[in-house]
């Protein structure tokens, strides 16, 4: 039996690193086994924050991979500063009292003329060229997904010039994501968005996103069908020889400026001042990208030197240290804009066989999930004390060895079940 055809639009595709590309990397790579041949659509010669060629290997020679080519303007900010254009372009947005003046224009410039973001110039290619294809090339649907949202555009044109069957497939929300508050949008862009975030979720025959708060909010926004299918783990054959023996405890992935809990750093300097023990066995590791600001607060502390920066890794690399630490640090903005993020990594930390301590606002769906998959404790900014007795409690248990986590529940979230999930909408 043949296998339907569907085009997958994304910028972000190996040799791009990050969480932007796991998720429809693993979607593609089990499409096939639902009786769907994903054919991929993406930008020639993208500028990526972050690159881990691995991924690369994961990518089978028998995928269609479709590439035009595209203008991005960090091309031409670069010139003026080419630290300054790779730090904002790869999400670590300096705080607004901390901003150099060349920062704050390159803000201003790419909130109100590059809307909705910066790949707005390929939009319009994209749909000359995908038209003439689709015209020759018949698809059982065209899914696009965002961020970033320009590439929801592209299904937009596709959809109103032939009529095809779209999904619009929504990583992070749109317009309520967190950083659109530091682009010093005007009224005038800010409705501007609002109404192309409109048109897409009007448009679109159906809607998937990757949490239940944002399901709610474009519930509210839209009568079309939206289906909630989160990130996930995937397998794999990554072995360690054995945990740490320091008390680690690992934060993997970027944090940013705003992503910089002070009540942690409070618990830790007092642990480390109260119990000797603890200042001898812990070590707090970075892995990642970490803003200057973070740096900052970590020095204010007093726990630099208890501080491992490993820097930004290959994907293996990353699932070896969420392995061999002894606690994972999951942090979250404080914002009620941050309820619905749910970072990709979370998945890996529920199978990495490793108690997660993570941090956010209330209602957050990542303490939804962490609860329900038994895999860790969950904090808000507010629980200064019972985060304290938690990590002491954790402490113990590791002198103990008897530090261990038991999920339940955690097949739902693999890529393979996830996969089947999306090849029903298909």
Same mark, same amino acid.
């Given at each position: !039996? =043949? ?46 924050? &972050? ?36 730090? /904002? *372009? ?9 901003? %150099?003046?060349?920062?704050?224009? !390159? ?46 555009? &592209? ?48 448009? =679109?025959?159906?809607?998937? +996103?990757? %949490? =239940? ?33 320091? #008390? ?5 992935? *970027? ?11 409070? +618990?830790? %300097? ?48 990353? /699932?070896?240290?969420? !392995? ?33 301590? =993570? ?10 999930? /962490? ?23 954790? #402490? ?8 261990? +986590? ?21």
């Amino acid at each position: !039996m =043949a296998l339907k055809k569907v085009l997958i639009i994304t910028y972000y595709w190996p040799p791009a690193g990050g969480p932007g590309v796991q998720r429809w990397l693993k979607f593609v790579k089990y499409l096939p086994e639902f009786g769907i041949e994903p054919i991929v659509y993406g930008p020639e010669n993208p500028r990526y924050p &972050i690159k881990d060629p691995s991924l690369l290997e994961e990518v089978s020679d028998s995928i269609t991979l479709l590439k035009q080519p595209i203008r991005e303007p960090y091309g031409i900010a670069s010139v003026l500063s080419k630290n300054q254009t790779k730090t /904002i *372009s790869s999400g670590v947005i300096p705080k607004s009292d901390e901003q %150099s003046l060349l920062q704050k224009l !390159m803000l201003y410039i790419r909130g109100n003329f590059f809307i909705p973001d910066a790949r707005k110039n390929w939009v319009k290619p994209s749909v000359r060229f995908l038209s003439k294809y689709l015209s020759s090339n018949k698809v059982e649907a065209v899914i696009t997904t965002g961020p970033p949202h320009s590439l929801h555009l &592209i299904g937009l044109g596709l959809k109103e010039k032939l009529g095809v069957k779209w999904i619009a497939d929504f990583r992070d929300p749109w317009t309520t994501i967190g950083y659109h508050k530091s682009l010093k949008l005007t009224p005038r862009s800010k409705s501007k968005h609002l109404k192309l975030e409109s048109k897409v979720l009007n448009r =679109a025959n159906h809607i998937v +996103v990757t %949490s =239940a708060n944002t399901k709610r909010e474009f519930e509210a926004k839209t009568d079309r069908p939206i289906s909630l299918i989160t990130n996930g783990y995937d397998s794999h054959s990554v072995q360690i020889d054995k945990k740490d023996d320091l #008390f680690t405890i690992a934060h993997i992935g *970027s944090l940013l400026s705003e992503r910089n809990p002070t009540l942690l750093w409070q +618990v830790l %300097s007092e642990l480390l001042t109260e119990n000797k023990e603890f200042a001898r066995l812990f070590r707090l590791r970075l892995v990642g990208v970490v803003s200057s600001h973070v740096l900052e607060k970590i020095k204010a502390y007093k726990l630099e030197d208890y501080t491992e920066i490993i820097g930004y890794v290959s994907h293996e690399d990353a /699932i070896k240290f969420q !392995m061999k630490s002894q606690v994972l640090l999951l942090i979250e903005i404080d914002s009620e804009d941050t309820k619905a993020i749910i970072p990709g990594k979370l998945f890996e930390y529920l199978v990495s066989g490793t108690p997660i301590i =993570a941090i956010g606002p209330q209602q957050s769906d990542i303490e939804q999930i /962490i609860g329900s998959t038994n895999t860790g404790s969950y904090f808000t900014y507010a629980q200064k004390t019972e985060l304290k007795a938690h990590i002491l409690d954790l #402490f113990h248990k590791f002198q103990n060895e008897s530090l261990e +986590v038991h999920p339940i529940g955690l097949e739902p979230y693999s890529r393979k079940e996830l996969t089947k999930r999306l090849a029903s909408l298909i």
